[in-house]
């Protein structure tokens, strides 16, 4: 049961989304039912709370980088390394990429549109953090890259929504 839900927990996305995101709902309760007792139980190992968790708005503002945060950041990435490797997700400090995303299609029960947009962010970003060696810090990077592309997917989502709605209603009006 656990491997099933890969993604909850070691991209930490609940926390993420906007509270109007379905997916982040699907992510949450995910997270609730499935890994309470392996977030917890890495929490404790690396002497992290959830206070420690970067909001969107911090990752945007970049706090992370300043230095006062820097064992902060060191915990948090921490923290989501060692929940990828309890989901044996992660080996010699490299992601199992396949395996990520064949948990990932048995975790969402989106439409195909999204599930095949946090496809392609998952893939970015892992090329992306590839070359870092140290643990921690991958998956820290990893963590910033992934809310960086999903609120810039959400946002481009909004745009086309917006755009769509115009149009819909230029038509209505031409009529």
Same mark, same amino acid.
């Given at each position: 049961?656990?491997?099933?839900? =890969?993604?909850?927990?070691? +991209?930490? =996305? ?11 709902k699907q992510?949450?309760?995910? &997270? ?6 392996? &977030? ?10 959830? #206070?420690? !968790?970067?909001n969107l ?5 970049? =706090? ?12 948090? #990435?921490? !923290? ?12 010699? #400090?490299?992601?199992? *990429?396949?395996?990520? @995303?064949?948990?990932?299609?048995? $975790? +969402? @029960? ?10 392609? &962010? $998952?893939?970015?970003? =892992?090329?992306?953090?590839?070359? $870092?060696?140290? *643990?921690? *810090?991958?998956? +820290?990077? +990893?963590?910033?890259c992934?809310?960086?592309?999903? @609120? ?11 755009? *769509?709605?115009? #149009?819909?209603?230029e038509i209505?009006?031409?009529?």
């Open positions: 049961m656990k491997s099933l839900v =890969l993604c909850a927990c070691v +991209f930490i =996305l609940a926390f993420q989304l906007s509270d109007s995101s379905e997916l982040r992510v949450k309760d995910t &997270i609730s039912n499935a890994f309470e007792s392996n &977030i917890r139980e890495c929490m404790t190992e690396n002497n992290a709370t959830y #206070g420690d !968790w970067y708005e911090d990752m945007t503002a970049k =706090l992370y980088t300043n230095p006062e945060n820097e064992e902060r950041t060191r915990r948090v #990435g921490c !923290w989501i390394a060692c929940i990828t490797k309890k989901l044996n997700l992660m080996e010699d #400090g490299n992601v199992k *990429e396949a395996e990520v @995303h064949e948990k990932l299609d048995l $975790i +969402f @029960h989106t439409v195909d549109d999204e599930k095949g947009a946090v496809h392609r &962010i $998952i893939r970015k970003c =892992l090329k992306e953090v590839r070359v $870092i060696t140290q *643990e921690c *810090e991958k998956c +820290f990077s +990893f963590l910033i992934f809310n960086k592309e999903v @609120h810039d997917y959400m946002k481009q989502q909004e745009e086309n929504k917006r755009e *769509e709605d115009k #149009g819909e209603a209505a009006q031409a009529e």
